[in-house]
DNA sequence: CCACTTTTACCCACAATTCCCCACTTCTTG
DNA sequence: CAAGAAGTGGGGAATTGTGGGTAAAAGTGG
């Protein structure tokens, strides 16, 4: 059993990460890889919660327990700014709640999928304490973007990330 | 050949040194060399963690322990700055988690495998903290490329080479 | 309140991938 | 040269990914 690499979690502290193709079929269901669905149904007896992203166009999933800090947090942001305001009825507004079906599946709802464009190929990626979930092509359209802007010197690279060494 | 000349432990302090010629089987599966395998047992029980190195088509290996103090620092930055929102994502999204099969080896992601253009030789490089993993002709390719800009006056020094003595 | 359409949930089946094990070759070491 | 360790390859079982049929549930309009 490899499962337990893919995730850690120390005390409360849940860490994903990891890369999966994956595709939705034509009911709109997309599979949670196999490593994760032990510590789903352990740390959230299978409840998920799936907003959209509105940094980029792609969804996030948390599971419950995860979920609840978030909207915590939302809660306490003004409602006199905009921004704030705004991103607060995003996320809470798109929220839905969503259960792991018998093969590991999540219905995604219609909305949010034509938000993301999400038709057959997908990516799903592990981030921290929550999935990323991307069209295919956008996901490597960012992905070469980026690769190119980090071996540019001509694109002003920001302090926090001049002094991170890996 | 005794183990202890291409590793050091100095408390928390790991340090991988050495290269290898080593070879991708055709199901993707990778040995790590021998005689870093008993300090992998011992430091992160066979738990590693490959990634993407995006400032070279090539990949990392780090032992589970060193991983997660990168995680850490990918953690503290901002996702409203795109350079290091990008950064996170990139770095744990494609963030995958290997355990060392009875033979020693590790089955390398598809996705990994295709951007480092790994297929039949590869070379690891002991990296300090992780290794590095490269596709056997781009490494002799930059190697040699680097070899002939160091002693080329016309290639510019930055400072902080020019004061670095070896 | 009922009939009809659309959506969702459950089940099974096939295909692909991954994992576990064993075997053979090559290289080191005594 | 023998014996062990390390590197390499592959068979086959088990798990996982994917698609679709069908029944239940929910939404819709008269």
Not at 54 to 79: F, G, M, N, Q
Not at 122 to 147: H, P, S, Y
């Amino acid at each position: 059993m490899g499962k337990s690499g893919f995730y850690q979690q120390n005390g409360d502290d849940i860490v994903f990460r990891g890369f999966n193709k994956i595709s939705i079929d034509s009911k709109g269901r997309l599979a949670v890889p196999s490593r994760y669905r032990d510590l789903i149904a352990v740390q959230a007896e299978n409840n998920l919660v799936i907003t959209l992203n509105p940094l980029d166009r792609s969804l996030w999933l948390y599971p419950l327990p995860e979920w609840e800090l978030i909207e915590d947090k939302l809660a306490t942001l003004s409602d006199f700014d905009k921004q704030s305001r705004r991103t607060k009825q995003m996320m809470r507004g798109y929220a839905s709640d969503c259960q792991l079906d018998s093969q590991g599946r999540i219905l995604l709802p219609k909305e949010l999928r034509s938000y993301a464009e999400l038709n057959k190929q997908a990516v799903i990626l592990g981030q921290g304490n929550k999935f990323e979930i991307w069209n295919e092509q956008a996901w490597e359209a960012q992905r070469d973007e980026w690769l190119q802007s980090v071996g540019d010197d001509s694109v002003p690279t920001p302090e926090s990330l001049q002094t991170l060494s890996l």
